[in-house]
């Protein structure tokens, strides 16, 4: 079982309104010395997989197809054994 920890934010260039009102909200607060806030998204994707290649090559797919737009987004990910997986044999 493996663990892919997905990023997808915007390209540089791209526009981030989110990003930016984020930026507004931080200074209206006080906090001093922020030139920008770029907002992405991040999903965790646990796979039944124990092929490090097929993996990645199964979440460069689920990336390029449905999670990041290409023309606009940027992805990259982790693989990842969970957090108390054991490596023992599954029945």
Same mark, same amino acid.
Request: charged share 30%; glycine share 10%; aromatic share 6%.
């Given at each position: ?57 199964? #979440?460069? +797919?689920?990336? &390029?197809?449905? %999670?990041?737009? $290409? #023309?606009? +987004?940027?992805? &990259?990910?982790? %693989?990842?054994? $969970? ?9």
């Amino acid at each position: 079982m493996l663990l892919a920890r997905i990023y997808v934010t915007f390209k540089p260039g791209v526009l981030d309104p989110q990003g930016e009102a984020v930026a507004g909200g931080l200074k209206a607060m006080g906090y001093g010395g922020i030139t920008s806030v770029r907002v992405g998204k991040y999903l965790e994707v646990q796979l039944d997989l124990d092929d490090r290649d097929r993996a990645g090559q199964q #979440v460069e +797919e689920m990336c &390029r197809r449905l %999670l990041a737009n $290409p #023309v606009i +987004e940027e992805y &990259r990910y982790t %693989l990842e054994e $969970p957090a108390g997986a054991s490596r023992e044999a599954r029945p």
